[in-house]
Each structure stands twice: as structure tokens, then as C-alpha cells.
């Protein structure tokens, strides 16, 4: 596609409920991350993967979140048993590659969730 | 990482040069600094880096200082649609130890017509 997609836009939930959102990055790109950005915040870094391979997922605030990206391409990132404060923009990125070029990471629209 | 110091807000006036500042005294020799900024709602859009050199591309100018510890970020002629948050990022390079950005609260930049 053109540009970094992501789906939902919007999820509403209620507090215990699993989610999963989805990133599908500009093909042909090697890395993808996921980000969560509070309002009136900056993103703040959850995890990344090149190709298949979760590289680092020091981020993640806890065991709730998982992510994982099975065939290198498209990306979940779950939350299992939401709480209010999980309430954020889920923002993913995507970049060309790591080892030369600028590593541009390019944004999605991200996803607004919202745990009720 | 190093952490960057940004000025909450700042204005301009359209068609001005807009000079945002970044202090990065903690840099060390093998960290860029890349520069992003989130307009509305949208995605962050890279702008430009650059480890010591002055870079200059289509967007933007970046001034870096000679001891790296701080930099400035030009748009030459500053338009209404550059109202944004201007991130200031330090970072390892292409193929480095980290490709995380590590985002602060920024800058707001608000072009006044």
C-alpha cells in the first residue's frame, strides 16, 4: 500500500476485555514498531520486530501486551484483560531497513482505544 | 539514551524563518539527531538528521553545533500548515544498537498569519 495502515481506527471496549490491533506495514519494509501515545504526550516506544523476530520489547508495560508479526509482514498487538489506563493511540511504524539508508520510520494513523 | 531539552511552545510568523532549539549535552559520538514532527492527530513525520554536519533537505535545515550538544531546526518560510509538535530525537544511526525513537514532549510551533 501507499503508507503504514492500521485497524481499528476506533475500538471502544469494556475494562476485561481482550483486544487485538493490527498494523500492516508499506511493503517491502523490514522493521515495524509499535508505539502508544497518551494525550497531550509524546509516543512512547512498546516493541519492534524485523522481518518475523521481536527484537525488542522492552517497552511493553507489562505481560498483558504481547505482539508478534508470523510471516514478517502484517503485526497484532494484543492486550489481554484491558484496564482503563490502557486507554491510548496505538501508533505503528514501519522503516525500509536497519542497516543503512535513514531508517525512516514512517507512521500510521494509529488506533484510538478506549476502555470504558 | 540521551535525553533532549525542548521549549514547551513557540510562535512565528507565516512567512518567517522558525528556529527551533534542541539541547542534547549527553549525546555521545555515535547518536544522530533526527527530528520529527506530529501535526494534529496525524503520525509523526520524520523532517531531516544528522550526526555533525549542517544538513539541508526540501522541508528543513539543521544546524548542528560543534561540540553536538545542541542543534536548531530551520523552516526557512514558515506556513500555516507547520503548526505542528516538533520532536528533537537522539538515536543510534542506520544499523545501530537501538532503532527505538525515544520521544519527549517537544515543541508546539504555532504559525500566526
Known amino acids: 500500500g501507499a503508507g503504514v495502515s492500521q485497524s481499528p481506527r476506533y475500538k471502544v471496549t469494556k475494562r476485561g476485555q481482550d483486544v487485538a490491533l493490527r498494523c500492516d506495514p508499506i511493503?517491502?519494509?523490514?522493521?515495524l514498531y509499535w508505539y502508544r501515545q497518551a494525550l497531550g504526550q509524546g509516543p512512547e516506544f512498546l516493541t519492534y520486530?524485523?522481518?518475523?523476530?521481536?527484537?525488542?520489547k522492552s517497552g511493553l508495560p507489562n505481560d498483558r501486551f504481547s505482539a508478534e508479526r508470523p510471516e514478517g509482514s502484517i503485526s497484532t498487538l494484543t492486550i489481554q484483560r484491558t484496564e482503563q489506563r490502557d486507554s491510548a493511540m496505538y501508533r505503528c511504524a514501519s522503516s525500509l531497513d536497519l542497516a543503512g539508508g535513514t531508517d525512516t520510520q514512517y507512521f500510521g494513523p494509529g488506533t484510538r482505544l478506549t476502555v470504558l | 539514551d540521551a535525553k533532549t531539552t525542548q521549549p514547551p511552545s513557540m510562535d512565528c510568523a507565516e512567512g518567517r524563518a522558525a528556529n527551533l532549539p534542541c539541547n542534547h549535552s549527553?549525546?555521545?559520538?555515535?547518536?544522530?539527531v533526527y527530528w520529527y514532527r506530529q501535526i494534529h492527530s496525524q503520525g509523526p513525520q520524520y523532517i531531516i538528521h544528522?550526526?555533525?554536519n549542517n544538513e539541508t533537505n526540501e522541508m528543513a535545515s539543521l544546524i548542528i553545533t560543534e561540540d553536538r550538544k545542541s542543534s536548531t531546526l530551520i523552516l526557512p518560510h514558515a506556513t500555516l500548515r507547520d503548526t505542528a509538535v516538533y520532536y528533537c530525537?537522539?538515536?543510534?544511526?542506520?544499523?545501530?544498537?537501538?532503532?527505538?525513537?525515544?520521544f519527549g514532549t517537544g515543541t508546539l510551533l504555532a504559525v500566526q498569519p
Open positions: 530525537i537522539v538515536r543510534s544511526g542506520p544499523g545501530g544498537a537501538t532503532n527505538k525513537l525515544i
Open positions: 511493503s517491502g519494509h523490514v522493521s
Open positions: 549527553t549525546i555521545s559520538g555515535n547518536e544522530y
Open positions: 520486530f524485523n522481518y518475523e523476530a521481536q527484537q525488542d
Open positions: 544528522g550526526l555533525k
